[in-house]
């Protein structure tokens, strides 16, 4: 969620328990005993000062129901808050994954076919010397009773590069020394297989080392389908990537 829509869903969340309040205290209005600033009604001002824990215009109630309305406004506001910030702390202190991987992996297929893994990223800054690497991780029995994770790496066409492009698609081609082609998708979604890109390299302006990872399920392969373009070509002449296309399937 962009951070514009985050913080209006969050005055709209407290917006919203305030007005709640704001009813419920109309029932017995009468019973609210001081002056609210400005012509506020107040309910709304009552309501405000509980939810925030503040008591700015010394509105008090005087009967048993606003009291424990405003005991229950002082209780939701505490709550919502708390969780509220919580989140924001959150978003601020969370990594972003400069890389977007596509929702599904394409296989062109089971004999003699391609599998493809397409990943984008929309971050400017450049990774250099990358190098990816696909994995297959399944249940194996070595021996009748004795199961382990099994991690088998699969050949890529294309290894690595010098410096990352906004779009790259990972390549292993099924031939009869692939796991995938030996066990087929059935086998291997009995046997809880996976599989795993990881892209690393090294950030241009930093210097340090960058590793991003992903999981895909046998259900997550789209059997017979390719990826479509993500390059168009606009008026003038000029290539385009769309990175929205990035899940567009052919």
């Given at each position: 969620?962009?951070w514009?829509l985050?913080?209006?869903?969050?005055?709209?969340?407290?917006?919203?328990?305030?007005?709640?309040?704001?009813a419920?205290?109309?029932f017995?209005?009468?019973?609210?005993?001081?002056d609210?600033?400005?012509?506020v009604?107040?309910t709304?001002?009552?309501a405000?000062?509980g939810f925030?824990?503040?008591?700015?215009?010394?509105?008090?109630?005087?009967?048993p129901?606003?009291?424990?309305?405003?005991l229950l406004?002082?209780?939701?506001?505490?709550?919502?808050?708390?969780?509220l910030?919580?989140?924001?702390?959150?978003?601020?202190?969370s990594?972003e994954?400069p890389?977007?991987?596509s929702?599904?992996?394409c296989?062109?297929s089971l004999?003699?076919g391609?599998l493809?893994c397409?990943?984008?990223?929309?971050?400017?800054?450049?990774?250099?010397?990358?190098?990816y690497?696909?994995?297959l991780?399944?249940?194996d029995?070595?021996?009748?009773?004795l199961?382990q994770?099994?991690?088998?790496?699969?050949?890529?066409l294309?290894?690595?590069?010098p410096?990352?492009?906004?779009?790259?698609?990972?390549?292993?081609?099924?031939?009869?020394?692939?796991?995938i082609?030996?066990?087929?998708?059935?086998?291997?979604n009995?046997?809880?297989?996976?599989?795993m890109?990881?892209?690393e390299?090294?950030?241009?302006s930093t210097?340090i080392?960058?590793?991003q990872?992903?999981l895909?399920?046998?259900?997550?392969?789209?059997?017979?389908?390719?990826?479509?373009?993500?390059?168009?070509t606009?008026?003038s002449g000029?290539?385009?990537i769309?990175?929205?296309?990035?899940d567009?399937?052919?």
């Open positions: 969620m962009p514009a985050f913080f209006l869903a969050m005055v709209m969340i407290y917006l919203t328990v305030v007005l709640m309040f704001t419920l205290l109309s017995d209005q009468q019973h609210l005993l001081g609210a600033p400005m012509g009604a107040k709304f001002a009552f405000v000062e925030f824990a503040n008591g700015f215009n010394g509105i008090r109630p005087d009967s129901y606003t009291y424990v309305v405003g406004d002082l209780i939701a506001g505490l709550i919502t808050l708390s969780t910030t919580a989140v924001v702390f959150a978003r601020l202190s990594n994954m890389l977007v991987f929702r599904h992996l296989l062109s004999e003699g391609h493809f397409r990943f984008v990223t929309s971050d400017r800054s450049q990774w250099l010397n990358v190098n690497s696909l994995s991780i399944y249940d029995e070595p021996e009748p009773g199961w994770r099994r991690i088998t790496s699969l050949d890529l294309n290894a690595g590069t410096q990352l492009s906004q779009t790259a698609t990972l390549t292993h081609r099924l031939t009869e020394s692939s796991p082609a030996q066990l087929g998708l059935d086998e291997l009995r046997r809880n297989a996976v599989i890109p990881l892209i390299g090294i950030d241009e210097g080392s960058l590793l990872t992903h895909y399920k046998t259900r997550d392969i789209q059997l017979g389908r390719r990826f479509a373009d993500l390059v168009s606009d008026q000029q290539r385009r769309n990175l929205r296309r990035l567009d399937l052919l």
